[in-house]
């Protein structure tokens, strides 16, 4: 059950559709920062659903907190198989809590994370490579040296 008319948030706008309020330092979507003065702080790993479906109503009797698996139940029983889709499109944040907005806006592609997957493999890489190298260095040293005695002692010998 619905109680009340929707509020519309009036203010700049998410890629995705929500509405969004800067603090500080990052864009916060507006129904999250409407639902959290209502009910205090949202439990983390939980997603805002609207009860309305209207994505910038930011009245708070109108958003409940769910869990994923909740929040996806509750669209497919609204919306059908359609839900399973919509969920995606209804997230504002990837599973590890970075906003989806501007290029930035499916949670099963999140450039966030991707960008961080691949600066860790790059980083990963390096050290195996660096970690290689530096074996190779210490085994080849040995070589090194006697190449060099050797070296050292033709020289005198055509001297
Ligand atoms: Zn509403
Ligand atoms: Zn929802
Ligand atoms: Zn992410």
Avoid at 20 to 46: C, M, T
Avoid at 115 to 144: G, P
Wanted: proline fraction near 2%.
């Amino acid at each position: 059950m619905i109680v009340g008319k929707c509020i519309f948030h009036k203010g700049s706008i998410m890629s995705n559709g929500y509405g969004r309020i800067w603090q500080g330092d990052s864009h916060v979507p507006a129904h999250r920062i409407a639902y959290q003065k209502e009910n205090g702080l949202i439990p983390q790993g939980f997603q805002i659903h609207h009860l309305c479906a209207i994505k910038l109503c930011i009245n708070p009797q109108h958003l409940i907190a769910l869990t994923r698996s909740d929040h996806q139940k509750a669209h497919i029983k609204r919306d059908g198989l359609k839900g399973i889709t919509l969920i995606y499109s209804h997230a504002t944040h990837c599973s590890k809590g970075h906003l989806l907005d501007g290029k930035n806006k499916r949670q099963r592609f999140c450039s966030t994370c991707k960008k961080q997957h691949q600066n860790e493999y790059t980083a990963r890489n390096r050290e195996l490579t660096n970690a290689k190298s530096n074996k190779w260095k210490q085994e080849h040293l040995e070589q090194h040296r006697l190449w060099n005695r050797e070296y050292m002692r033709r020289k005198r010998a055509t001297l």
